[in-house]
T-cell receptor, first 110, second 120 residues
Framework: SQQGEEDPQALSIQEGENATMNCSYKTSINNLQWYRQNSGRGLVHLILIRSNEREKHSGRLRVTLDTSKKSSSLLITASRAADTASYFCATDTGRRALTFGSGTRLQVQP | EADIYQTPRYLVIGTGKKITLECSQTMGHDKMYWYQQDPGMELHLIHYSYGVNSTEKGDLSSESTVSRIRTEHFPLTLESARPSHTSQYLC???????????????????FGQGTRLTVV
């Protein structure tokens, strides 16, 4: 079974709007990471939030983590057409490697 | 751009052929991984390595093998390709000697561009 699941599976918004995607996980974590993947390419790391942190910012990205609810959210503010991609959360449980969810496909309409 | 490279980017081969997917990184990372990803789907860990001469199987059963003779190189081999092997294969690496990692944590992973394999 998946450790991380993103919601929604797909999201379509207009340029300039904010995009919010959520990630839920099942077991305790050391950290949670968000990645971006353009179609047919590899993943690019966006942000890492540790289990003792509640919120983190990087440019137009804001990530929150609620360990009591085992959930995280990624907010992209003032979205641009170039933000169109799939976004994955990945959890570090201290096991062998990161475990990835199935992703949210974001489409930003110009 | 991350300094991790995969070749080839695209490969179409016939059933029964032996193939090797190459992955190299120039960041001196100890940890390296292979993930398999079907289009629009989650990533599945198939192999990983903590360093030279260290290789382990991941979560997804795979008929592939890997080797880690040099820190920078982590090739994946399919002895006899089948149509069920058609997928995208992603190689990644991460730092294994930071203080954060020494506590057993997995830090930021750097991914290659992927190899899209089609077996006909």
């Amino acid at each position: 079974s998946q450790q991380g699941e993103e919601d929604p599976q797909a999201l379509s918004i207009q340029e300039g709007e904010n995009a919010t995607m959520n990630c839920s996980y099942k077991t305790s974590i050391n950290n949670l990471q968000w990645y971006r993947q353009n179609s047919g390419r590899g993943l690019v790391h966006l942000i890492l939030i540790r289990s003792n942190e509640r919120e983190k910012h990087s440019g137009r990205l804001r990530v929150t983590l609620d360990t009591s609810k085992k959930s995280s959210s990624l907010l992209i503010t003032a979205s641009r057409a170039a933000d169109t991609a799939s976004y994955f959360c990945a959890t570090d449980t201290g096991r062998r490697a990161l475990t990835f969810g199935s992703g949210t496909r974001l489409q930003v309409q110009p | 751009e991350a300094d991790i490279y995969q070749t080839p980017r695209y490969l179409v081969i016939g059933t029964g052929k032996k193939i090797t997917l190459e992955c190299s990184q120039t960041m001196g990372h100890d940890k390296m991984y292979w993930y398999q990803q079907d289009p629009g789907m989650e990533l599945h860990l198939i192999h990983y390595s903590y360093g030279v001469n260290s290789t382990e199987k991941g979560d997804l059963s795979s008929e592939s093998t890997v080797s880690r003779i040099r820190t920078e190189h982590f090739p994946l081999t399919l002895e006899s390709a089948r149509p069920s092997h058609t997928s995208q294969y992603l190689c990644a690496s991460s730092e294994g000697n930071s203080d954060y990692f020494s506590q057993g944590y997995n830090t930021e992973a750097f991914f290659g561009q992927g190899t899209r394999l089609t077996v006909v």
